[in-house]
C-alpha cells in the first residue's frame, strides 16, 4: 500500500474543516451538532492513524474508543437540551435563542 | 496502483463527498443521511488502518447509536407534516468569509502536516486489535473505563430528567 | 504479572478513597431518590454526609510524598490536594445555599438528580485536578461538563435557563472536540498520552514548533473554555445569568478552580523541566514555546475584556459573570509567573475568592428570592430593608474589589506580589489599573442600595435564620482572612508540590 500517514491526515485535515465550518455557519443545533461528529471523527481518524504508523500504538486506539464513548453522551444531553429548548421556543436555532441579551 | 489504494481513495471520495453534502445540504434530513456514509467512510478507513474494534464500534456506536438519535432529533423538532425542514444558514457575507478562512486553514494545516515530522515506527504484525484493547481498557486504563461509566450514569439521569415532559 | 497488577490496584484503591467515597454517595442519593421518591430534604441531606465523609478521607489522606496511582493515570499529591478541598468545600456549600433557592423548589421540582449532577460533577473535577495523562483530562473535563450542562438548564421550563444550558452544551461540546483534535495531534508528535512521556520527547526538542503551536492552541481552546479566559469566555455571561443561581456560583467557582489546576498541571508536567526548582525561580521551559508571554497576554485580555464590559452591566447576576471573568485573569496573572511563588498566589486567591463570591452570589440569591428580580435598579435602598444582608453584601464587594482590610486584599496581594517578583511589572501595572476600574461597577451596587432610595417607605425583609446564618458564615471569614491570613498563606505554600518524577 504506498498511501501514508499523510493521506489520512490529509483526509482528517478536510473533515475537520468542514466540521468546523458547519460550527460556525449553521444556525439549527442539531446541525451544529453534526458538524461536531465531523470533528470528533476526523480527531479519530488521527488516532487510529497515528497508533498504525506509530508502531501499532494501541494507545491510540483506547483514545478513539473513549471519544465515541464521549460523543455519545454528549449527543444525548445535547439533543435532551435541544429538545427542551424546542418545548419552549417552538424552534431550534441558535441565534434566535437570545433573551439574554443586554 | 494496488488494491489497496483503490479502496483508500473510494472511501476517501466517499468521506470528503458525503462531509460536503453535510455540511452544504439546506435539507437537514439530507445532511442526517449523508452524515452515516461519512460515519461509514471512517469505518471503511479504520479496517485499512488494521483497527478491526474500532471500525466495528464505529457502526455499533456512531451509526447505530449517535446517528439514530439525531434523526430522532431531526425529527422531533421539525413540523413533520410541514415541508420546512430547511435550516437556516448565517448571512452570505458571514458564510463566505468564514468559508474562506476554513478553506485557508485547511491548506495550512494540509501543508503543515506534509512538514512534521511524526513518531513513525515499524508495526509488528497483528492478528487482532480486540485482545490487546481489552487488556488495556481493564489494566492501565481500568480508572478511565470506570469514570467513564460514570459519566454515562449521570448523561443518561441528566438527559432523562431534561426531556421529560412536565407531569400534566 | 496479574499479582503485581493487583497489588498496585490495591494500593491506587487506598489512596483514591475521596473519590470513592463520592462516586458511593452519587449511587446512594440515586437510590434514595429512587426509594423515597417524596421525601424532599433526604437526597440533600445524604449528599451532604457524602461531601462531609469524603472530606474526612481528603484531610486524611498522608501529606507526606507524592505519587501516581493506576499506571500513572492520575496524581495524588499536596497540590491536588488543596484544589480538591476547594471544589468540596464549594460544593458543600452550593447544596446548603440551594436548601433556600426559591426558584430551584418553585412548582415542586424534583430535587433528586440536581444533588446526583452536583455529586458527579464534583466527582469529575477531583479526576481533573489529578489528572496525569490527556485522555483523563478529556474525560474528566467530559464528567464534569455533562453534568454541569444539565445543571445550568436544572429550571428547564424557564425560558433563560433552558437557553443557557443549550448555549453551554453548543459552545463546550465544540471547544471539548478542538481540545481533543489537539490532542491526537500531540500524541502523534511524541507517541504518548501521559504528560510525563510526553515530557521526556518534548526535552529532546526536535518537535516542529508549528504543528505544537497549532495543537497547543486547540488544546487550549478546551482548558481556557473551563477557566473562561478570554477569547474563549463568551458563553459564560448568557450561561451565567439563565442558570440558577447556585450553578452560577458553583460554575464560576468549582469549575474554574478545576479548569486552573489542569491549566497549572499541563503546564508544569508537559513544558518544564521537572527537576525540582527553588521557590522563586521560574520554571525552566523545555520547548520553544514561550508560555509566559502567551499565559501574560490571555490574562491581559481576560480581565481587561470583563471589567470593561462589567462596567456596562444592569443586571447583577451578569455583572458577576463578568466579573468572574476578570477575576480568572487576575489567577492567570499569577499562572503567567510560572514558578512556586505564583502557584501558591494562585491557591492563595482561590482560597479567597471562594469564600467571596460564593457569599456574593449567596446575598444575590436571597434578594432576589425576596423581589424576583437580579437588576441592580431594584437594589435600591436595599440596605435599609434587610441591614445583615446589606452589610453581608458590602463586605462581599469590597474584598472582591481587593481593598483592605478584607480577603480579597491578601489574595490580590500575593498575586500582584509574586508578579512583580518575577520582573513582570508591566503586567502588574494593567492589574492594578483593572482593579481600580472594578472598584466602580461594585460600588454601583452599594451605592444603589445605601445612598439611594433613602426616602422610600418600603416594609422591612426578614430572612429565615439559617440563611442569615449561612451568610454570616460567610462574611466572618472574608473578614478574618484579611487579617489573619498566615495559616493559608503556609498551607498554600506547603502545598505547591507537584507530583513531577517519574
Known amino acids: 500500500m504506498t498511501v501514508g500517514l499523510e493521506g489520512y491526515l490529509a483526509i482528517s485535515a478536510i473533515l475537520f474543516c468542514l466540521g468546523l465550518f458547519g460550527v460556525i455557519t449553521r444556525k439549527n443545533a442539531i446541525m451544529v451538532l453534526m458538524g461536531l461528529e465531523l470533528i470528533l471523527n476526523s480527531a479519530n481518524i488521527n488516532f487510529v492513524a497515528f497508533a498504525k504508523f506509530g508502531g501499532m500504538n494501541i494507545d491510540g486506539h483506547i483514545a478513539a474508543i473513549f471519544v465515541i464513548i464521549l460523543a455519545a453522551a454528549e449527543a444525548a444531553v445535547a439533543l435532551a437540551i435541544v429538545l427542551n429548548i424546542f418545548q419552549n421556543y417552538k424552534h431550534v436555532n441558535i441565534d434566535e435563542v437570545d433573551s439574554l441579551k443586554e | ?168 | 504479572m496479574i499479582e503485581q497488577f493487583l497489588t498496585e490496584l490495591q494500593k491506587s484503591l487506598s489512596l483514591f478513597k475521596p473519590e470513592s467515597a463520592l462516586v458511593i454517595t452519587f449511587l446512594m442519593t440515586l437510590a434514595g431518590d429512587l426509594i423515597f421518591r417524596k421525601s424532599e430534604k433526604l437526597t440533600a441531606n445524604i449528599t451532604l454526609i457524602g461531601f462531609v465523609v469524603t472530606g474526612f478521607f481528603l484531610f486524611n489522606e498522608c501529606n507526606d510524598g507524592s505519587t501516581t496511582i493506576f499506571s500513572g493515570m492520575l496524581a495524588v499529591d499536596s497540590f491536588a490536594k488543596f484544589f480538591k478541598i476547594i471544589i468540596l468545600l464549594s460544593s458543600i456549600i452550593v447544596v446548603i445555599m440551594s436548601l433556600f433557592s426559591k426558584e430551584l423548589f418553585d412548582g415542586k421540582r424534583p430535587m433528586g438528580e440536581y444533588y446526583m449532577l452536583i455529586t458527579s460533577a464534583t466527582f469529575g473535577m477531583f479526576l481533573l485536578s489529578s489528572a496525569t495523562n490527556m485522555i483523563m483530562i478529556y474525560l474528566s473535563i467530559e464528567i464534569m461538563s455533562i453534568s454541569s450542562y444539565i445543571l445550568a438548564g436544572y429550571t428547564k421550563e424557564i425560558n433563560r435557563a433552558s437557553e443557557a444550558s443549550l448555549k453551554y452544551v453548543i459552545f463546550g461540546a465544540v471547544s471539548s472536540g478542538l481540545m481533543i483534535y489537539g490532542i491526537s495531534l500531540l500524541f502523534g508528535m511524541t507517541g504518548s498520552l501521559n504528560l510525563l512521556e510526553i515530557n521526556q520527547v518534548l526535552a529532546t526538542g526536535d518537535l516542529n514548533i508549528v504543528t505544537l503551536t497549532f495543537s497547543m492552541i486547540l488544546i487550549m481552546a478546551g482548558i481556557g473554555y473551563k477557566i473562561s479566559a478570554v477569547p474563549f469566555h463568551f458563553w459564560t455571561p448568557d450561561v451565567y445569568e439563565g442558570a440558577p443561581v447556585t450553578i452560577t456560583a458553583y460554575l464560576s467557582v468549582a469549575s474554574k478552580a478545576a479548569g486552573f489546576a489542569v491549566l497549572i498541571r499541563f503546564l508544569r508536567l508537559g513544558f518544564t523541566n521537572l527537576e525540582t526548582a527553588p521557590e522563586s525561580e521560574t520554571w525552566a521551559m523545555i520547548s520553544n514555546l514561550d508560555w509566559q508571554f502567551i499565559i501574560a497576554v490571555l490574562s491581559v485580555l481576560t480581565m481587561t475584556v470583563g471589567n470593561l464590559v462589567a462596567l456596562w452591566q444592569t443586571n447583577a447576576k451578569r455583572m458577576l459573570a463578568y466579573s468572574s471573568i476578570a477575576h480568572a485573569g487576575y489567577i492567570l496573572m499569577a499562572v503567567a509567573v510560572m514558578n512556586d511563588i505564583g502557584t501558591a498566589a494562585v491557591m492563595i486567591y482561590f482560597f479567597v475568592y471562594m469564600i467571596m463570591n460564593l457569599g456574593a452570589f449567596f446575598a444575590v440569591m436571597l434578594i432576589s428570592n425576596e423581589i424576583d428580580s437580579d437588576e441592580i435598579e431594584d437594589y435600591t435602598g436595599f440596605g435599609y430593608r434587610s441591614p445583615v444582608l446589606g452589610i453581608a453584601l458590602v463586605i462581599f464587594l469590597i474584598s472582591l474589589t481587593g481593598l483592605p482590610p478584607t480577603a480579597g486584599f491578601i489574595g490580590k496581594y500575593f498575586v500582584f506580589g509574586a508578579v512583580i517578583d518575577s520582573g513582570l511589572i508591566w503586567l502588574a501595572v494593567v492589574g492594578i489599573l483593572n482593579s481600580v476600574v472594578s472598584l466602580y461597577y461594585y460600588m454601583k451596587i452599594v451605592r444603589n442600595m445605601f445612598v439611594r432610595g433613602v426616602e422610600l417607605e418600603q416594609k422591612d425583609v426578614h430572612f429565615s435564620p439559617g440563611a442569615i446564618m449561612v451568610l454570616v458564615a460567610l462574611a466572618i471569614p472574608t473578614l478574618v482572612f484579611g487579617i489573619y491570613f498566615q495559616q493559608i498563606v503556609e498551607w498554600a505554600k506547603n502545598s505547591v508540590q507537584m507530583f513531577v518524577s517519574n
Not at chain 2, 9 to 28: C, P, R
Not at chain 2, 47 to 58: G, I, P, R
Not at chain 2, 119 to 144: E, F, M, N, S, V
Open chain 2, 1 to 168: 496502483m494496488e488494491i489497496l489504494d483503490a479502496v483508500f481513495y473510494l472511501f476517501a471520495l466517499m468521506i470528503v463527498g458525503s462531509a460536503s453534502v453535510v455540511v452544504f445540504s439546506k435539507n437537514i434530513m439530507y445532511s442526517a443521511f449523508a452524515l452515516l456514509f461519512t460515519l461509514f467512510g471512517v469505518a471503511g478507513l479504520y479496517v485499512l488502518l488494521n483497527a478491526d474494534f474500532l471500525a466495528v464500534t464505529q457502526i455499533m456506536i456512531y451509526i447505530g447509536g449517535i446517528l439514530i438519535l439525531i434523526i430522532f432529533g431531526v425529527m422531533m423538532t421539525n413540523k413533520i407534516r410541514g415541508v420546512d425542514i430547511k435550516t437556516g444558514v448565517s448571512g452570505k457575507v458571514q458564510v463566505y468569509s468564514a468559508g474562506a478562512a476554513v478553506l485557508v486553514l485547511g491548506i495550512t494545516m494540509i501543508s503543515i502536516f506534509n512538514n512534521t515530522e511524526w513518531l513513525i515506527k515499524d508495526a509488528p504484525a497483528l492478528d487482532a486489535t480486540i485482545k490487546p484493547i481489552g487488556r488495556l481498557l481493564l489494566t492501565d486504563y481500568l480508572i478511565a473505563f470506570e469514570a467513564a461509566s460514570v459519566l454515562l450514569l449521570a448523561a443518561i439521569i441528566g438527559a432523562a430528567m431534561i426531556a421529560r415532559r412536565k407531569k400534566a
